[in-house]
């Protein structure tokens, strides 16, 4: 028996396709504290971590693994992360970059999948470029809090699985010109942003579900695009209309020829890196370049 028995309904070899797996963790806060702690416990075997930030007092109402004590040392969010992983995956293999995502580039580009808990949407943007760029699925998750007036406040967020060749975040409305215009705007005076522990929960439970169907047999056909929303007021997570609305429709945001680096080796790439079993990455890029070029024919460049 093993401590992983109870999950064992994931499908044949799922306890070893989560050990092979690395997950990307962009942001260590509130859901992304959340989502380390969970893929810990449900086993995964390489993590990507990567927050500037340290931990302060106003982040101790949400985020997990974080201490009063931590908040005194100003303790560094990825070492939190490490430690809470750690008491759960031993052997697990963890790399750390206490600084912007774009300085863990290198690192990123051996994920199976990214998950991002970031604040921005010109970031946001951003980091679904980067995944598409190298074929991998990106995961999103975002909350807010909107003052209604007299009706007092409403939370919502959502969660959006983008991967390359489907829908992305533009597609279906989350990032717009009109919100980056706005938001680079408010830049340097948008002031704290009111958050919770309990949204933050149910989105990156839910998001690390949907990494969970993409990496192991449970799910036999998971959806290449996924939009969920959360209304936090009546405590439901249902589809987006936008879904419906965008059924047939091909993403013209992210040609399939832009897609992959053609000199990007992922044999040499972890050389030097802190090693992991690259098998299920390249299964899994194989399959994507494979029907890249069956869609859109053999444009797809990436070396495996």
């Excluded at 149910?202 to 990496?215: K, P, Y």
């Excluded at 879904?243 to 080796?265: M, N, W, Y």
Aim: aromatic share 8%; glycine share 12%.
């Amino acid at each position: 028996m093993t401590r992983f028995d109870r999950q064992s309904f994931l499908g044949s070899g799922s306890e070893a396709r989560l050990d092979e797996a690395t997950i990307g963790l962009v942001g260590l806060g509130g859901g992304g504290s959340h989502m380390a702690r969970q893929f810990a416990h449900i086993g995964i075997g390489g993590y990507v971590a990567a927050d500037p930030d340290a931990i302060e007092d106003t982040n101790t109402n949400r985020l997990v693994g974080g201490t009063l004590r931590d908040a005194a040392a100003a303790r560094a969010k990825t070492k939190i992360a490490r430690r809470m992983i750690r008491g759960l995956q031993p052997h697990a293999r963890i790399v750390t970059v206490c600084d912007t995502w774009q300085h863990a580039t290198e690192q990123l580009k051996t994920c199976d999948i990214i998950m991002g808990a970031v604040d921005g949407f010109a970031e946001r943007e951003q980091l679904e470029r980067f995944a598409r760029r190298y074929l991998i699925p990106y995961i999103d998750i975002g909350m807010d809090v909107h003052d209604l007036g007299k009706d007092g406040f409403l939370i919502s967020g959502q969660i959006i699985v983008s991967t390359p060749g489907s829908l992305c975040l533009r597609c279906c409305g989350l990032i717009t010109d009109e919100r980056l215009k706005e938001e680079a705007g408010k830049y340097g005076a948008a002031g704290s942003r009111p958050q919770v522990v309990w949204p933050n929960g149910v989105l990156a439970s839910t998001a690390v579900g949907l990494a969970v169907q993409l990496l192991t047999p449970w799910h036999p056909h998971p959806p290449a695009f996924t939009f969920l929303e959360y209304d936090g007021n009546s405590g439901t997570v249902s589809v987006s209309a936008h879904v419906e609305a965008l059924k047939g429709r091909i993403c013209p945001h992210h040609p399939p020829d832009e897609t992959g680096d053609p000199f990007f080796d992922i044999r040499k790439h972890l050389e030097g890196i802190e090693q992991r079993p690259a098998s299920l990455w390249r299964r899994a890029l194989r399959a994507a370049k494979a029907w890249f070029d069956g869609i859109f024919g053999s444009r797809s460049t990436q070396t495996v």
